[in-house]
C-alpha cells in the first residue's frame, strides 16, 4: 500500500450532484490540496470526491444511482482499491501505481470518460472536484450528510409487503463473484448506498445495469422472508452456489456479504444476543476479534449463518433479523456507532415499547469481551 484516504483513519466522502447547466463546466477537473505525487508513502489523506453532473433527462432521483458507480469506475484503475460509499469509503492506491504515475486528477479522467459512456443519454456536462485538504473536506461534509439524509427518506411508508418486485445489486461481484445484494424496500443494500427506489431507478436508466428486478413469487416462509422467486434468482446469480435465502434471518440462510457492508451483525458467544460492529471501530469486539479480522470471515459471497453484512439504517428498519428476534436482540456496539444513529435508535425503541433500551446496550467502555 502507498496511499489511501477513507477507513475511518481519516474524513471522506463521495458525493455526485445534480446542477444546472450554466455551474457545470464540461470537462473540468479541480484539485484543491495535495495530490498523491506531493504525498509520502505509507500515508493517509483526507478525501472527497465530488462530481458535478447537467443533463435534460437527469433527475435528482438518479443521483445515488450514478454515485454509486464510483465505487465500480475507480476500480477499473490498475493499483487503484476502492470499497465503501457515501461518507464511509475507502481508497487505496499501490506503490507499483503511484510509481507509474497514477494521481488522483486521474480519477476525475475516469469518471468522467466512464459516467458519459455509461450515461450519456442522461448527463451531457460533468465536471470533477477532488479535495485532499482536510479543513475543505470538513467544510464540505454537512452538505453531503444532508443529501444523503434527504435521499433515504424518501422510502418512508414503503414495506417489503407493499411491493411485489425486489431488486438485485451485483455492482460488488468482482470483489466477491458468488455474492449478491437483494434490496427491499425495509433493506437497502449492505452498503448502505442504494435503497430500492435507487434499484428502481437504476433499471429505468441502465436496463441491463446491475440492478435487476426479482418478482418475489411465491412466500414459502413470511416470518423468515423467503420467496420462491427470490430463491430462484439469488441461485442463478449465485453461480448455483445458494439454494435458498431468507430476508429476515441471521441464522438460517441469510444474504451473502461482499465486503462493503457498513456494519457486521453477529451472534454473540452465547447466542443469546448479537454485537453490531461499524467498519470504523479499530478496537476489540466481544467474539475476541477485530471488525478486519470478522470481515475477512463474513464476506467473499458465502452464507455464513450467525453473521451477516448490512447498512447502518437496517439496524432500525423494521425487519431487522427480524425472524430472530430483532432489534432488541442488540447488546452491543461501539459508541460512535451509537450516538451517531441515538436518534434512529431511541425511535426504534420507543416504538417497541423499551424507550430506555438503547441506554442498556453495551460498548467499549463497559466491556470488550463476551462474559463482561
Not at 447537467?54 to 484503475?77: C, P, S, T
Request: charged letters at 25%.
Amino acid at each position: 500500500m502507498s496511499r489511501q484516504g477513507g477507513a475511518a483513519k481519516t474524513t471522506t466522502f463521495e458525493l455526485l450532484r445534480l446542477r444546472p447547466e450554466d455551474e457545470v463546466e464540461d470537462g473540468r477537473i479541480t484539485l484543491i490540496g495535495k495530490d498523491v505525487d506531493e504525498m509520502d508513502d505509507g500515508s493517509s489523506t483526507a478525501l472527497a470526491i465530488i462530481v458535478d453532473v447537467y443533463g435534460k433527462k437527469m433527475e435528482e432521483d438518479f443521483e445515488g444511482v450514478l454515485e454509486r458507480r464510483i465505487h465500480q469506475f475507480i476500480n477499473y484503475a490498475e493499483g487503484a482499491w476502492h470499497t465503501g460509499q457515501r461518507n464511509l469509503n475507502w481508497i487505496r492506491l499501490s506503490r507499483s501505481s503511484v510509481k507509474a504515475g497514477l494521481t488522483f486528477r486521474h480519477f476525475g479522467d475516469i469518471l468522467i470518460t466512464k459516467l458519459k459512456e455509461e450515461f450519456g443519454g442522461l448527463v451531457s456536462r460533468i465536471q470533477v472536484t477532488i479535495v485532499t485538504d482536510k479543513d475543505e473536506v470538513q467544510r464540505l461534509l454537512p452538505e453531503a450528510m444532508e443529501v444523503y439524509g434527504r435521499r433515504d427518506a424518501r422510502l418512508a411508508g414503503l414495506t417489503d409487503e407493499s411491493v411485489d418486485t425486489w431488486y438485485t445489486c451485483s455492482l460488488c461481484m468482482s470483489f466477491a463473484p458468488d455474492h449478491i445484494c437483494v434490496i427491499t424496500p425495509e433493506r437497502m443494500g449492505l452498503c448502505g448506498a442504494l435503497n430500492w427506489l435507487d434499484a428502481k431507478a437504476s433499471k429505468e436508466i441502465a436496463p441491463t445495469g446491475p440492478n435487476q428486478p426479482i418478482v418475489k413469487g411465491e412466500c414459502i416462509d413470511p416470518v423468515k422472508g423467503q420467496f420462491a422467486g427470490v430463491n430462484e434468482v439469488v441461485y442463478e446469480m449465485s453461480h448455483h452456489k445458494i439454494e435458498r435465502f431468507n430476508a429476515y434471518s441471521l441464522m438460517e440462510d441469510p444474504m451473502t456479504s461482499c465486503g462493503c457492508f457498513e456494519v457486521i451483525v453477529a451472534m454473540a458467544p452465547d447466542m443469546q444476543s448479537v454485537v453490531v460492529v461499524n467498519r470504523e471501530y479499530p478496537g476489540m469486539i466481544p467474539l475476541g476479534m477485530k471488525f478486519s479480522s470478522l470481515a475477512g470471515s463474513v464476506g467473499g459471497g458465502k452464507q455464513t449463518p450467525g453473521f451477516i453484512g448490512a447498512g447502518r439504517k437496517y439496524i432500525t428498519s423494521r425487519k431487522f433479523i427480524s425472524a430472530d428476534g430483532g432489534f432488541l436482540r442488540i447488546s452491543w456496539m461501539p459508541r460512535e456507532l451509537k450516538e451517531s444513529m441515538r436518534k434512529a435508535l431511541d425511535a426504534r425503541a420507543r416504538e417497541l415499547g423499551e424507550p430506555d433500551f438503547v441506554d442498556k446496550i453495551a460498548d467499549e467502555t463497559v466491556t470488550t469481551d463476551a462474559e463482561g
